[in-house]
């Protein structure tokens, strides 16, 4: 079993930062590629980013590209999400999850199995 623990959501002010975490426990974590998405509002879950297993490569919604950086540390079963320069549209529950098979390439929230509870992500303007 899997669990998922993301810590670091807040308030911000617009143009400010943020970096959440997201604690993993199981023997496996390094393994697998490993995402964050977000959900506002009324809205769809959409996918943010994601990481391969070793940390070697990386993909970036459209929308964050240049703004946010995900990183990996499997030494310590933890993926981060850095959020710069963040924006009031930015504003929703992040997730991490983990990717249900070890091959890399995949955006769509169907292919990632475990999940954390989330953590709010409030960007006022």
């Known amino acids: 079993q899997v669990q998922l623990v993301e810590s670091g959501g807040g308030l911000v002010q617009a143009g400010g930062s943020l970096r959440l975490s997201c604690a993993a426990s199981?023997?496996?974590?390094?393994?697998?590629?490993m995402a964050w998405f977000r959900q506002a509002p009324g809205k769809e879950r959409d996918f943010v980013a994601a990481i391969s297993w070793g940390g070697g490569a990386t993909d970036y919604a459209d929308s964050v590209k240049g703004r946010f950086t995900i990183s990996r540390d499997n030494a310590k079963n933890t993926v981060y999400l850095r959020m710069n320069s963040l924006k009031p549209e930015d504003t929703a529950v992040y997730y991490c999850?983990?990717?249900?098979?070890?091959?890399?390439?995949?955006?769509?929230?169907?292919?990632?199995?475990?999940w954390g509870q989330g953590t709010q992500v409030t960007v006022s303007s």
């Open positions: 199981g023997r496996t974590f390094s393994s697998y590629p």
């Open positions: 999850a983990r990717k249900k098979t070890t091959g890399w390439g995949s955006r769509n929230l169907y292919e990632f199995d475990y």
